[in-house]
């Protein structure tokens, strides 16, 4: 395995000419650490302008589970295109939503007993967010909802307010109301239970937290930081909002679709949350999809009460059913994901045990990474990453989290291949910090 650098000019015009700090807005983000013109990709693999073969472990932030150009999702795509399917139909009726409701019914609510109705929502998941704060809000005629440190819940103003991260909401340029913030299971340590806190606010009249319509809550934080809430907690969770009439709201957009080793990520805990959102790898093919799945008894909307042009993607509805019939017919394919997030794992903890860093594993599944003690050592480890041939991004407060989120159908070859380079680039850059500090002591 080849994991030696390869000089790679970080300079962000170096690959385009200059085109996209031209003509594109300052808001691009990735580009900026992964400055390479990409041209086509395949499973696991990322193909730049000159060749280059890169192994994609950020896979669409979440987006592309079943890797680039499935080729089961794309020959039905093709398939569906070659027969002149319906690509846009607004929210009528179409062959492909029919076979997309039947097929998530069967082969992912039926089998796990949830009782929910499907709403199509705008084709992001901040769509599906703000869907499902401005239902609970309706359905219970209160306004606040709790979020928790360091969740991540898209960027549009009702999912910003609920979004932890101060340089998103430093942008919002308002004051963003009706969101109370509650601490994420071990936000305070490992001895603290952070529910104590909660339920004591709830319950205390002076606390100064109203009774809220919801919490909407990550089973793990992607962005925050693979933050994992024990099952335990979100058992409690659970608990207290049932108590006290507030609706539990799953944000299941970046740890669902199988991310976890599970299709829900809340699934180990046994909880059943009264919605959940989902969205990234929904339609399967890196499409732009997004639903809200709500219990019967709370769909209290009226026709069209929260309507879009963009509710529902015909085209993502034939990838995300084929996907499903494909991937989720069986159980094989989440106990493979389950195996491949254990080799994960097993390689993450080589490289904290061999390190002269303080390093810590975080996450669950195949969304698991590694903490460093700071956002410009993992920033260094993606670049030496990259220069590996590796694509990897950080989350975190601080971007302070070496975040594995390779496609789910990776092979296990690629998943060594780019756990070597990540292991070479950890190395190095410990080595580059011990020298530096040795320069500077001398
Ligand atoms: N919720 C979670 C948990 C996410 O990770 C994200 C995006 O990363 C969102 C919501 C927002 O999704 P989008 O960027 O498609 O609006």
Same mark, same amino acid.
């Given at each position: 395995?080849?994991?030696?650098?390869?000089?790679?000019?970080?300079?962000?015009?170096?690959?385009?000419?200059?085109?996209?700090?031209?003509?594109?807005?300052?808001?691009?983000?990735?580009?900026?650490?992964?400055?390479?013109?990409?041209?086509?990709?395949?499973?696991?693999?990322?193909?730049?302008?000159?060749?280059?073969?890169?192994?994609?472990?950020?896979?669409?932030?979440?987006?592309?589970?079943?890797?680039?150009?499935?080729?089961?999702?794309?020959?039905?795509?093709?398939?569906?295109?070659?027969?002149?399917?319906? +690509?846009?139909?607004?929210?009528?009726?179409?062959?492909?939503?029919?076979?997309?409701?039947?097929?998530?019914?069967?082969?992912?609510?039926?089998?796990?007993?949830?009782?929910?109705?499907?709403?199509?929502?705008?084709?992001?998941?901040?769509?599906?967010?703000?869907?499902?704060?401005?239902?609970?809000?309706?359905?219970?005629?209160?306004?606040?909802?709790?979020?928790?440190?360091?969740?991540?819940?898209?960027?549009?103003?009702?999912?910003?307010?609920?979004?932890?991260?101060?340089?998103?909401?430093?942008?919002?340029?308002?004051?963003?109301?009706?969101?109370?913030?509650?601490?994420?299971?071990?936000?305070?340590?490992?001895?603290?239970?952070?529910?104590?806190?909660?339920?004591?606010?709830?319950?205390?009249?002076?606390?100064?937290?109203?009774?809220?319509?919801?919490?909407?809550?990550?089973?793990?934080?992607?962005?925050?930081?693979?933050?994992? +809430?024990?099952?335990?907690?979100?058992?409690?969770?659970?608990?207290?909002?049932? +108590?006290?009439?507030?609706?539990?709201?799953?944000?299941?957009?970046?740890?669902?679709?199988?991310? @976890?080793?599970?299709?829900?990520?809340?699934?180990?805990?046994?909880?059943?949350?009264?919605? #959940?959102?989902?969205?990234?790898?929904?339609?399967?093919?890196?499409?732009?999809?997004?639903?809200?799945?709500?219990?019967?008894?709370?769909?209290?909307?009226?026709?069209?009460?929260?309507?879009?042009?963009?509710?529902?993607?015909?085209?993502?509805?034939?990838?995300?059913?084929?996907?499903?019939?494909?991937?989720?017919?069986?159980?094989?394919?989440?106990?493979?994901?389950?195996?491949?997030?254990?080799?994960?794992?097993?390689?993450?903890?080589?490289?904290?045990?061999?390190?002269?860093?303080?390093?810590?594993?975080?996450?669950?599944?195949?969304?698991?990474?590694?903490?460093?003690?700071?956002?410009?050592?993992?920033?260094?480890?993606?670049?030496? +990453?990259?220069?590996?041939?590796?694509?990897?991004?950080?989350?975190?407060?601080?971007?302070?989290?070496?975040?594995?989120?390779?496609?789910?159908?990776?092979?296990?070859?690629?998943?060594?291949?780019?756990?070597?380079?990540? @292991?070479?680039?950890?190395?190095? #850059?410990?080595?580059?910090?011990?020298?530096?500090?040795?320069?500077?002591?001398?």
């Amino acid at each position: 395995m080849n994991t030696t650098a390869k000089k790679i000019d970080l300079d962000s015009n170096a690959h385009t000419g200059g085109v996209f700090a031209r003509l594109e807005s300052d808001v691009r983000s990735y580009c900026r650490s992964i400055p390479l013109l990409f041209e086509k990709a395949v499973g696991a693999e990322l193909v730049d302008a000159d060749g280059n073969v890169y192994l994609d472990f950020l896979a669409g932030a979440g987006s592309l589970n079943y890797g680039h150009n499935n080729p089961v999702l794309k020959e039905a795509l093709m398939e569906y295109i070659g027969a002149d399917g319906i +690509a846009h139909g607004l929210d009528m009726h179409t062959a492909a939503k029919k076979r997309f409701l039947e097929s998530f019914h069967e082969r992912i609510l039926q089998p796990r007993k949830l009782d929910y109705v499907t709403q199509f929502t705008g084709p992001t998941g901040a769509n599906a967010v703000e869907a499902a704060i401005k239902l609970a809000r309706k359905v219970t005629g209160r306004e606040t909802i709790i979020a928790f440190t360091n969740g991540f819940h898209g960027v549009t103003l009702g999912a910003l307010s609920l979004t932890g991260n101060r340089h998103h909401r430093d942008a919002a340029g308002i004051a963003m109301n009706g969101v109370v913030r509650m601490p994420f299971d071990g936000y305070l340590g490992d001895d603290v239970d952070t529910l104590d806190y909660l339920e004591k606010a709830l319950d205390d009249p002076s606390s100064g937290v109203g009774h809220p319509a919801a919490v909407m809550v990550e089973a793990v934080q992607g962005e925050g930081g693979l933050n994992v +809430a024990s099952d335990a907690w979100l058992k409690r969770l659970e608990e207290i909002c049932r +108590a006290r009439d507030i609706l539990l709201i799953l944000d299941d957009i970046q740890a669902g679709c199988g991310r @976890t080793g599970t299709f829900f990520s809340f699934e180990p805990s046994g909880i059943r949350p009264h919605m #959940v959102t989902l969205s990234k790898s929904l339609s399967a093919f890196g499409l732009p999809f997004a639903l809200l799945l709500i219990e019967s008894e709370l769909d209290e909307w009226e026709p069209g009460e929260h309507n879009g042009t963009f509710r529902g993607n015909n085209h993502a509805f034939v990838t995300a059913a084929a996907a499903l019939e494909h991937f989720w017919a069986t159980p094989d394919f989440a106990q493979d994901v389950k195996r491949k997030a254990g080799i994960l794992r097993s390689r993450l903890e080589d490289i904290v045990d061999a390190s002269a860093l303080d390093l810590r594993i975080k996450g669950r599944g195949l969304m698991t990474g590694i903490a460093c003690p700071d956002g410009e050592i993992a920033g260094a480890i993606c670049r030496a +990453a990259l220069e590996r041939g590796l694509v990897i991004e950080t989350s975190g407060s601080f971007d302070e989290v070496v975040k594995c989120l390779p496609p789910l159908t990776i092979s296990d070859e690629e998943l060594d291949r780019g756990l070597a380079a990540l @292991t070479a680039s950890f190395e190095v #850059v410990a080595s580059e910090l011990t020298q530096n500090a040795q320069g500077a002591a001398s």
